[in-house]
């Protein structure tokens, strides 16, 4: 893929670097890049994937103006897309469910569906300048199957309920803490550490490293089609609320929000 591209894959000695390239958006999620990165993963032959991006940004989420603003329409695949996962987002679908290990060195802010990005990394390599936050409330929606399924395991319960529920913002080093990453390194050394750790991983059997993430799944993850389901169930319905609409208008108009409970 070319450089102008909202996401440019190279492939080099068995590890596979895709990084998100709409740096003017804060790398927010469009419905090209949500196919680009599906299509990425399950097409990919690499033994590991570092997720990254260009910018300052990690990933700011949706496109706040085509998805949730309602300015574009799906492309005519989309809704084919969705239903060959039975609901859940096509491109976490391809994400949860491959058995290349997942290496996310997150460059900078990692909020609503960016922090679920993370999430579905196997290993977490935070640069000091990233943030974390699960957005989705405010903007009067649920998260997406891996908030729901992956955040809990990582820092416990009680911790995840606040971040769900606050929407709240945390910096590299809190989540380092709380065990969301496992590494915290100065910006200028975050590649670095993700390839070091990458090299590690394919310079192993792939064939043995495939059947123990394998593994990790079937032992210690949901259903996450069946998550994915409930998940899209109630942001399509939530998306059909006031308080979901006025999250959205607030943002874009930047003020305050106000919640009527409908």
């Not at 700011?60 to 987002?89: C, H, M, N, Y």
């Not at 936050?133 to 009067?140: A, D, H, K, N």
């Not at 199957?145 to 009680?158: D, I, N």
């Not at 050394?189 to 490293?209: H, Q, S």
């Amino acid at each position: 893929m070319s450089d102008d591209q909202p996401l440019i894959y190279e492939e080099d000695d068995h590890i596979g670097v895709i990084t998100l390239n709409r740096p003017e958006a804060m790398n927010s999620m469009s419905y090209q890049l949500y196919a680009d990165l599906e299509d990425t993963v399950r097409q990919s032959t690499a033994r590991v994937l570092v997720i990254t991006a260009h910018g300052r940004a990690f990933c700011a989420g949706d496109d706040v103006k085509q998805i949730l603003g309602g300015g574009e329409p799906p492309p005519a695949d989309f809704k084919d897309r969705s239903a060959a996962t039975g609901g859940l987002t096509p491109a976490a679908d391809a994400l949860l469910n491959t058995d290349i290990p997942v290496i996310a060195a997150v460059n900078g802010a990692a909020v609503g569906w960016g922090m679920e990005l993370a999430l579905m990394a196997d290993i977490r390599v935070a640069s000091t300048h990233a943030k974390f936050g699960e957005l989705f409330v405010i903007r009067g929606l649920c998260c997406d199957a891996p908030g729901l399924g992956r955040l809990a395991a990582l820092v416990g319960r009680e911790k995840a309920a606040e971040l769900l529920f606050t929407g709240e913002i945390i910096g590299a080093a809190e989540a380092k803490e709380i065990g969301l990453v496992g590494y915290c390194v100065p910006h200028e050394e975050l590649m670095d550490k993700a390839m070091e750790i990458a090299r590690k991983i394919a310079g192993n059997p792939p064939l043995a490293v495939q059947a123990l993430k394998a593994g990790l799944r079937r032992t210690v993850e949901p259903d996450w089609r069946d998550v994915g389901r409930w998940a899209i169930e109630q942001i399509r319905y939530l998306r059909g609320t006031e308080d979901s609409k006025e999250g959205v208008a607030a943002f874009l108009e930047k003020r305050e929000p106000v919640y009527q409970g409908r």
